[in-house]
């Protein structure tokens, strides 16, 4: 079936550091959406992104949708405890199967304090 | 965001019973909802594609008299896993898409529901 490669699949980093993570696909997609879940919690929605190019921004969160429509990425600026958490991207199909969505494999992000 | 709930947020069942979870959007009417299960450390896998007044959609390989979902209205979504086993053991997530006229809307996601079979 359809994928996502993302990447890193963890990060160890720094409290006030800078976070990047990025999604890529061979196939093209209307929709890229990412999510963070917490242990024992469903996904929660961060950004959705619906357009070509389109760059959104959510408090320390920014994330774009790439040009292509193949890749997205997610930034997250001055990272806090609070950030950890396992984050994925999620992509709506463009055509047959546009109803489902695919998601990437996560990135796991620990901040040591 | 919109809000689903999904219920029991855990539930341990014996080898050979039956568990239902629901899964409600709370503020919104959601033509589609999707069932999802989740192995530690690993992404969400669908199961299958439920349109409220229809059967269900499955994924290849999930088993149909397994895993029956019911989506009899546009707020409620039904997974019940029949004849439990210890291998169902696993965590369930439920999502619900808003009903618009537009063509790309967000997936919410419950609370999920951890299953484990003993």
């Known amino acids: 079936g359809q994928q996502l490669n993302q990447s890193p699949q963890s990060m160890f980093i720094q409290e006030g550091e800078d976070v990047s993570m990025n999604c890529t696909s061979s196939?093209?997609?209307?929709?890229w959406l990412w999510y963070k879940q917490d242990p024992g919690e469903g996904p929660v929605l961060l950004i959705a992104l619906y357009k070509a190019g389109e760059l959104t921004s959510n408090g320390r969160l920014t994330a774009q949708f790439g040009i292509t429509r193949k890749d997205s990425f997610l930034n997250i600026s001055a990272s806090i405890p609070s950030d950890v958490g396992i984050y994925f991207c999620?992509?709506?199909?463009?055509?047959?199967?546009?109803?489902?969505?695919?998601f990437g494999q996560g990135t796991r992000l620990t901040i040591n304090p | 965001g919109a809000v689903v709930s999904q219920h029991p947020s855990r539930v341990i069942c014996k080898s050979g019973t039956s568990v239902k979870i629901e899964c409600r959007s709370l503020d919104f009417q959601a033509t589609t909802m999707f069932w999802y299960r989740q192995f530690p450390k690993q992404s969400l896998m669908l199961m299958a594609t439920s349109n409220e007044g229809s059967k269900a959609t499955y994924e290849q390989g999930v088993e149909k008299d397994k895993f029956l979902i019911n989506h009899a209205s546009l707020t409620l979504s039904t997974l019940t896993v029949t004849s439990a086993h210890p291998e169902d053991s696993s965590f369930y997530i439920c999502?619900?898409?808003?009903?618009?006229?537009?063509?790309?809307?967000?997936?919410?996601f419950g609370q999920g529901t951890r299953l484990t079979v003993v």
């Open positions: 999502s619900a898409r808003v009903l618009s006229g537009r063509v790309n809307t967000e997936a919410f």
């Open positions: 999620a992509g709506q199909l463009k055509g047959e199967g546009a109803q489902k969505l695919v």
């Open positions: 196939s093209i997609f209307n929709t």
